[in-house]
C-alpha cells in the first residue's frame, strides 16, 4: 500500500504544470462511462420494446380500423388545428394572467394564516374557511356555480362574461392549494431568523418581507412549478361554459361529422405545452436537490 501510494507521488507533476489524471483515475471514468452506456442501452432498447408491443397490441384489436378512422384521420387533423390552435392561444393568456392573481391571492392567504396573535383570530380564520372551502369544492362545479350563476346576478361593476366568472373560478380554487404550499414554505423557516431579524431592530412587517418570504418562497418553487402545469391544463375546462379555447373549438369540429380526430389534436397541443414547463418543473428540483416534480426519466 505504502510502495504504491510512493510510486503515485513520485507520478505526480511538478507544481505548475498542468493537471492530468492518473491511470487510477483513467480506469475509474472509463468504468463509469461504461456503466452510463449500458444503462442508456438498457433504457433505450426496454423503451423500445414496450413502445413495440403497445403498438402491436393496438394495430391488431379488432376495432382498430375504425378507431383509426374515428381518431386518427390525418385530413381531419389537418382541418381543425388551426381553430384549435387559436383556442390554446386564449388557454395560454388565461393561464398567465390567472397565475398572476392566484400567486398574489395565494400569497396574502398564507400569511394571513400564519399571523400570529389573538387579535388576527378573524383574519386566520376567514383564510382557513376560505383555504377549507375551495379545496374542498370541485373546480367544475366551481365553474358551474360561477359561470352560470353569477352572471345572472348582474352586480353592478362586475362583468358579465362567462370568460371573467371562469378565470375567477380558476383564481378561488387554485389560490386555495398555492396559499397552502406558501404556508408551508414560511413555516419551514427556522423561529430563529424571524427571531434574529427582531433582535437587529426589523418589524414584524420588514422581518417577514425581508428575512421569511424570501426564504419560503425559493423553498416552494418546484411546488409552484407543479401546480402552474396544472394550472395549463385546467384552464381547458372553461370550455363547459361555452367559451371557445382549444377543447371547445375541437367539439365544435367533431359536431361536424362525428369524427373525433380535433379531439386528440387538442390533447396533442396541450402535451406539446405541458412537457416543457414539466421539465423546468423538474430542472428547478434538481438544482435545489429536492428530485424531480414527476419523478426520474
Known sequence: MSTSTSTDRSAAPP???GWTPSPVERERAAYRSARARRSLLASTGSTVVVLVVAAVLLVTSPGWPRVRDTWFSWDKAVESFPAVLDGL???????VVCAVAIVVLGLTLAV?????????APLRIFATVYVDLFRGLPLLLVLLLLGFGAPALDLTGLPTSVLFWGATSLVLSYSAYVAEVFRAGIETVHPSQRAAARA????????LRFVVLPQAVRRVVPALM???VSLQK????????????????AQISTAEDFNYTPYVVAGVVFVALTIPMAR???RVSRRRGQGPVGGHL
Open 280 to 282: 423546468v418543473a423538474d
Open 226 to 228: 407543479n401546480d402552474l
Open 112 to 120: 394571513l394564516r400564519t399571523l400570529r396573535g389573538a387579535v388576527f
Open 200 to 207: 437587529l431592530g426589523l418589524t414584524y412587517a420588514q422581518s
Open 89 to 95: 392561444w386564449l388557454n395560454i393568456r388565461l393561464m
Open 234 to 249: 385546467d384552464s381547458g375546462l372553461v370550455s363547459v361554459l361555452g367559451i371557445t379555447d382549444a377543447i371547445r373549438a
Open 15 to 17: 507544481p505548475g504544470a
